[in-house]
C-alpha cells in the first residue's frame, strides 16, 4: 500500500484546476458577486448531498460563524434541516428536497450554491431551476465531466476528478478561497 500516489493525485487535480483558474478567474468574480449580495442585504444559499451537504454546512458556517477574524455575521444558509428534507421527501419526493427549500427562503438578488459530484444529483437539478425561476444568481462545483448540471448555470467549477473524495477536497478548497475573497472586499481591515 503506497498512500502517497493519493496526495499526488490531489495535487495533480488541484493544478489542473488551477490552470483552468488561471484562466477563467472564476473564484474572484464569484467573491465580488457575493460581496455585492452581501452589501445589498441578500444571501446564499446552499445545498449537498452526503459529504457535500457537510462542505454546504461548513461553507454556510464560516460566513455566519467566523473564517479568520471577527467581522460582521453574513446571511448564509445550509439548506441541511433533517425535519424538512424528511418531511419533503416523504410529501414530494426526495428531489425535491432542496427545491422546496430554494422556494421558501429565496428570492431574486439571492445566490444558490449546488454541490454534485456528479452533476446528475436530480435533487440539485431541482433546486437549479427554482433558483432560476426566483431570479437568483446560480453557482454549482461538480465534478467527473459535470454531468447534466454543465452549463446551466451562471458560474460553475467542474472537478474532472474520478472520486467523489478527491472532487470534495478541492470543492471545499474552492469555497474557503471564495469566502477570503469575500472578506477581503468587505472586510479588509482584517487583511
Known sequence: MNLINSY???????EGFIQEEIKNNQTEKIAMELAKIFQNGDKVLICGNGGSNCDALHFAEEFTG???????????IALSDS?????????????YI?????EAYGKSGDMFIGISTSGNSQNIIEAVNAAKKIGMKTLVLLGKDGG???????????????????????????????I??????????NY
Open 8 to 14: 499526488k493525485k490531489l495535487a495533480e487535480m488541484l
Open 66 to 76: 467566523r473564517f479568520r477574524k471577527d467581522r460582521k455575521a453574513l446571511p448564509a
Open 83 to 95: 425535519s424538512h428534507i424528511t418531511c419533503v421527501g416523504n410529501d414530494y419526493g426526495f428531489n
Open 98 to 102: 432542496f427545491s422546496r427549500g430554494v
Open 148 to 178: 447534466k448540471l454543465k452549463g446551466t448555470c451562471d458560474y460553475e467549477f467542474i472537478i474532472n476528478g474520478e472520486t467523489s473524495d478527491r472532487i470534495q477536497e478541492i470543492h471545499m478548497s474552492i469555497l474557503h478561497i471564495i
Open 180 to 189: 477570503e475573497g469575500v472578506e477581503k472586499i468587505m472586510f479588509p481591515e
